[in-house]
Antibody, heavy 126, light 109 residues
Framework: QITLKESGPTLVKPTQTLTLTCTFSGFSLSTSGVGVGWIRQPPGKALEWLALIYWDDDKRYSPSLKSRLTITKDTSKNQVVLTMTNMDPVDTATYYC??????????????????WGQGTLVTVSS | QTVVTQEPSLTVSPGGTVTLTCASSTGAVTSGYYPNWFQQKPGQAPRALIYSTSNKHSWTPARFSGSLLGGKAALTLSGVQPEDEAEYYC?????????FGTGTKVTVL
């Protein structure tokens, strides 16, 4: 069974740096085709894709947030860490991590994100 | 900045059929965008329904299907059940990064 869980501060001040950790089990981030992504959702708003790190340490970021984001992995600890600098109240959101998969089958290349963690609400306020 | 647009809301009767669409500001959506569809109910994390345009996960009910329709990705719900009332999001791949759609609230009434 694959599970993921997000952890980190629930409250951060404007201009501070947010550090979130995704701790997972049931898979290894050293397995080909596996990745972990981060997604956020402001209260009452849509999902926003943030970043993704693959088994081979390839990293991808949302172009609009790339300058503020850093994603890293610790394969031995089964953890992925996302840092976001210069936090602002508009960054208040539930932050999710999810397993990403990339693989070939008879129909071609496939990509998906599942399962997801339960999410963690981060509030940015002074 | 790339924008992925969905219908804000749709209403369907129980047992009916409804089609949600997912359009890209960059042009026609093709299989190369690997469209994914997610269902999210209030207070819950999203759950994947469809990947790579039309592939279903093992847990995806048969009444959900994905396709490409008129230059957009589409999710069709056939024989809608009350429990299908939820927010639905598409996700498109842009050569490395991904972008979620704006979401569609489906009401079963």
């Amino acid at each position: 069974q694959i599970t993921l869980k997000e952890s980190g501060p629930t409250l951060v001040k404007p201009t501070q740096t947010l550090t979130l950790t995704c701790t997972f089990s049931g898979f290894s981030l050293s397995t080909s085709g596996v990745g972990v992504g981060w997604i956020r959702q402001p209260p009452g708003k849509a999902l926003e894709w943030l970043a993704l790190i693959y088994w081979d340490d390839d990293k991808r970021y949302s172009p609009s947030l790339k300058s503020r984001l850093t994603i890293t992995k610790d394969t031995s600890k089964n953890q992925v860490v996302l840092t976001m600098t210069n936090m602002d109240p508009v960054d208040t959101a539930t932050y999710y991590c999810a397993q990403a998969r990339v693989y070939y089958d008879s129909s071609g290349l496939n990509r998906w994100f599942d399962p997801w963690g339960q999410g963690t609400l981060v509030t940015v306020s002074s | 900045q790339t924008v992925v647009t969905q219908e804000p809301s749709l209403t369907v009767s129980p047992g009916g059929t409804v089609t949600l669409t997912c359009a890209s500001s960059t042009g026609a959506v093709t299989s190369g965008y690997y469209p994914n569809w997610f269902q999210q109910k209030p207070g819950q994390a999203p759950r994947a329904l469809i990947y790579s345009t039309s592939n279903k996960h093992s847990w995806t009910p048969a009444r959900f299907s994905g396709s490409l329709l008129g230059g957009k990705a589409a999710l069709t719900l056939s024989g809608v059940q009350p429990e299908d009332e939820a927010e639905y999001y598409c996700l498109l791949y842009y050569g490395g990064a991904y972008v979620f759609g704006t979401g569609t609230k489906v009401t079963v009434l």
